[in-house]
């Protein structure tokens, strides 16, 4: 037989209530796609009846299987564990608390059929309290001026893609809230569509200040990935020349207070600043070139994607070089 054309992916925590509805909608939803597909659910260390609900649904339904994380690792690490067990060539993520709309998945499909690697969906009305959709935005401003990718909507669990495209992306800590971005740096062509976006029924929402704070920091670690990854003797050098520029200036500063005066300068704190911005200029540096080896050892376009075309005009697919 062949295998599913369509996978698509629920991470779920504690949503035994939402998931028999959301097994419902997407079987309706895919009525209408004429190709193979399937559902894999992963329990990402759930406290109540989810699993014992996965597990009777893909008793009764082949297409549906599910994963179970030993404990509660994050939405980053339940998508890691999906991507790694799924088998369509096209990956739909969605949501499993019934905010996402299933009836949205075709749209996002046809997206996909007209060319683009990935598509985000965008939550033109979002049906969330005020104190969520006003982090979110400037969440989303800010992702955008950092990373270049505008989208009005990079967390929408409600995407579309190759499914390449996620197992080439790095898939940690908050690093699912970035995925667009991560794709775009790849030379993946991203789009985002609106989508409907519905009211939490069941349970409560996951999300929390604290998680907010953990994004922002793991949106250092995606700049770092898409601006420095294939250069990092110029982020760390860079850190190294602006250090080792105020040394200096100091430190010549301190030479002409004691050639031209008769202060000392031998107590002055000054110096020690001087003296410990010179050091660190000189390890920003080293580090900078050792990274650049390890770099050059383990391959530097390894993750540049090019498009190879076959024996026919119209046969292009895409490879790592």
């Given at each position: ?6 996978s698509l992916l629920a991470p779920a925590k504690n949503e035994a209530e939402s998931l028999p509805r959301l097994f419902t909608e997407i079987r309706a939803a895919m009525q209408s796609q004429h190709r193979g597909w399937e559902l894999v659910v992963v329990d990402d260390g759930s406290t ?274």
């Amino acid at each position: 037989m062949n295998g599913p054309v369509v996978s698509l992916l629920a991470p779920a925590k504690n949503e035994a209530e939402s998931l028999p509805r959301l097994f419902t909608e997407i079987r309706a939803a895919m009525q209408s796609q004429h190709r193979g597909w399937e559902l894999v659910v992963v329990d990402d260390g759930s406290t109540d009846d989810s699993w014992r609900v996965i597990t009777e649904q893909a008793a009764a339904d082949p297409r549906f299987r599910g994963i179970r994380l030993r404990r509660n690792f994050g939405k980053a690490a339940a998508l890691a564990a999906g991507v790694a067990e799924v088998r369509g060539e096209l990956l739909v993520t969605i949501d499993a608390d019934l905010q996402d709309d299933p009836a949205e998945i075709p749209r996002l499909l046809d997206q996909l059929d007209d060319g683009a690697d990935l598509v985000s969906g965008h939550k033109a009305d979002r049906k969330d309290p005020l104190g969520k959709r006003l982090p979110s935005k400037l969440f989303n401003r800010m992702t955008g001026l950092i990373t270049g990718l505008r989208l009005a909507d990079h967390n929408c669990g409600l995407k579309a893609a190759r499914t390449e495209v996620y197992r080439r992306v790095p898939l940690y800590g908050e690093l699912h809230r970035y995925i667009p971005a991560l794709a775009h740096q790849l030379g993946y062509q991203v789009r985002e569509l609106a989508v409907n976006h519905r009211p939490r029924l069941h349970g409560k929402s996951k999300y929390g200040f604290e998680r907010y704070v953990r994004g922002a920091l793991d949106l250092l670690t995606v700049v770092t990935l898409t601006r420095y990854g294939r250069r990092p003797a110029h982020l760390f050098g860079g850190l190294g020349l602006l250090s080792g520029t105020i040394g200096t200036l100091i430190l010549l500063y301190l030479t002409g207070v004691w050639v031209f005066t008769e202060q000392s300068i031998g107590t002055r704190p000054l110096l020690t600043l001087g003296m410990l911005l010179e050091i660190f200029a000189v390890q920003m540096v080293s580090v900078g070139l050792l990274a650049e080896l390890v770099l050059h050892r383990t391959g530097r376009d390894r993750d540049i994607t090019v498009l190879v075309a076959g024996s026919t005009a119209d046969e292009v697919s895409p490879r790592s070089a």
